[in-house]
Every structure is written in structure tokens, then in C-alpha cells.
């Protein structure tokens, strides 16, 4: 069987990347693709940036490495300083979406935003979510909204996120990632693996530099519950 483990939104947390880590080593997992969102909210973006670019063979730009590579906002400086502009530049080099076939399904990975214009569930209408699928993947693989869901339709059509490593928000404030398993005969299974770490000590890293926003980051990483503006999602 083809296994592929399917990480997103790392957002500079390293224990809870470390915890990751650990967790794909124990399950042996070799073949990793980030789906985006590899740097800002968290304090260690150099750390998490660079942990990604060496292990893993697919890494998507997400809407945080678009408007920190592209200096967007103000207000980032923080992330600008601790990248420094080799990373900045290759963060706006990363490409947007990933297609493959799996089990002889045809397959998009993608972050979310910046492609999808506003963040999307699986669960949001039909219409909706249909555009996704043009011109003819069968599977959508998604992150960005931070916890996982997974929706089948009645062609045979699937989407699914794959919840976030270092910023879940579904009220259980864990390591979340996806692993994609398929046999060549078109049998396909997605896990969804929820791991522990230290959010105490992600939160005392946060506390020792003079990171942006900071006072949204713990509830975010001891709750799980969105502690930022909507606008800054």
C-alpha cells in the first residue's frame, strides 16, 4: 500500500512540530506533503520553514507564506526579520496547488485561500464547493480552516481537510494531519491522526520574543478556540 502524509499550517509552533515529527517517525512515514501556511502566527517560522523545505517533496504556498513572502502587511515585520530574505523569496516561489492520481482517481491538493477567495468547509453548499472540481479531479484535498472534515457526494466525488499541526482550531488544541493510503487497484483510505504536544511550552516561546498578535496566540494553542479577528485567519 501507497502512504502519503498530508501536514499543513505548521505556523511557526515546534513542539508542536517536534511532536509531528516524532509521530511520523513512529508510524514510519516517509512521503510528506505540506499543504501550505509553513510560517507566521508562531514564534519559530525560520524553524518550521526550514523543516519543511528538507523534508518534504510537495510544499504548497499557503495565504500566510503569500502575504509574508510578499511583505503585505505592515504589521508582519516580526516574520520578515526572523525569515530574512532567501526564505522570503522562496515562500513566493512555492507553487499553489499539487495534481497527481491516486488509485486512478485524479487528485487536487491545494491550501485554500489564496486560490479559494474566503475560507471554505466540506460541509458548505454544493454550488459552492463544485468549482473545485473543474475540470475533472475526483478528490479535493484542502487545508486552512484548521480542523479536519470530510465530505463524499453521491458521484463518487470527495473533499476533505486536513486539520493543522501547529494552529488546530476545533476546540482540541492538537497536533491534526492526514494520511492518504492507496492500493493501485483504486482502493483509497484517508486517517485523520491527532497527536499531542507541550502547549504550555509553545506558549512561553511565544513569551520570549515580541511576536505580533501574541495575546491571540495562547487561547489559540491551549483551546484550540479562535482567538484572532476574523480578518486575520
Same mark, same amino acid.
Given at each position: 500500500m501507497n502512504r502519503v502524509a498530508l501536514i499543513?499550517?505548521? %505556523?511557526?509552533?515546534?513542539?508542536?512540530?517536534?511532536?509531528?515529527?516524532?509521530?511520523?517517525?513512529?508510524?514510519?512515514?516517509?512521503e510528506i506533503w505540506c499543504l501550505g501556511d509553513i510560517v507566521g502566527k508562531g514564534p519559530s517560522s525560520p524553524e518550521t520553514f526550514d523543516w519543511a523545505m528538507a523534508h518534504c517533496s510537495v510544499v504548497l504556498r499557503g495565504n500566510w507564506?503569500?502575504?509574508?513572502?510578499?511583505?503585505?502587511?505592515?504589521?508582519?515585520?516580526?516574520?520578515?526579520?526572523?525569515?530574512?530574505?532567501?526564505r522570503m523569496k522562496k515562500l513566493i516561489e512555492l507553487p499553489q496547488e499539487h495534481h497527481t492520481v491516486i488509485g486512478?482517481?485524479?487528485?487536487?491538493?491545494? %491550501?485554500?485561500?489564496?486560490?479559494?477567495?474566503?475560507?471554505?468547509?466540506? %460541509?458548505?453548499?454544493?454550488d459552492k464547493l463544485m468549482w473545485l472540481f473543474r475540470p475533472d479531479f475526483d478528490i479535493?484535498?484542502?487545508a486552512d480552516i484548521h480542523h479536519p472534515e470530510l465530505r463524499p457526494f453521491r458521484d463518487g466525488k470527495i473533499i476533505f481537510s486536513?486539520?493543522?499541526?501547529?494552529?488546530?482550531?476545533?476546540?482540541?488544541?492538537?497536533?491534526?494531519?492526514?494520511i492518504l493510503s492507496?492500493?493501485?487497484?483504486?482502493?483509497?483510505?484517508?486517517?485523520y491522526c491527532f497527536v499531542p504536544y507541550d502547549n504550555a511550552r509553545a506558549v512561553r516561546d511565544a513569551e520570549a520574543v515580541?511576536?505580533?498578535?501574541?495575546?491571540?496566540?495562547?487561547?489559540?494553542?491551549?483551546?484550540?478556540?479562535?482567538?484572532?479577528?476574523?480578518?486575520?485567519?
Open positions: 499543513a499550517d505548521l %505556523h511557526g509552533n515546534l513542539p508542536a512540530l517536534e511532536a509531528l515529527e516524532q509521530d511520523l517517525n513512529r508510524r514510519g512515514l516517509r507564506d503569500e502575504g509574508i513572502g510578499r511583505k503585505l502587511f505592515p504589521a508582519d515585520q516580526f516574520y520578515y526579520d526572523q525569515l530574512g530574505p532567501e486512478g482517481k485524479r487528485v487536487r491538493l491545494l %491550501h485554500g485561500r489564496p486560490i479559494m477567495p474566503s475560507l471554505v468547509s466540506a %460541509h458548505d453548499s454544493i479535493v484535498g484542502y486536513i486539520g493543522s499541526v501547529g494552529n488546530s482550531l476545533s476546540s482540541l488544541p492538537c497536533v491534526q494531519y492526514s492507496w492500493e493501485e487497484n483504486g482502493a483509497a483510505d484517508i486517517t515580541e511576536l505580533p498578535r501574541r495575546d491571540a496566540w495562547s487561547p489559540d494553542v491551549n483551546t484550540g478556540v479562535y482567538g484572532r479577528a476574523k480578518k486575520q485567519s
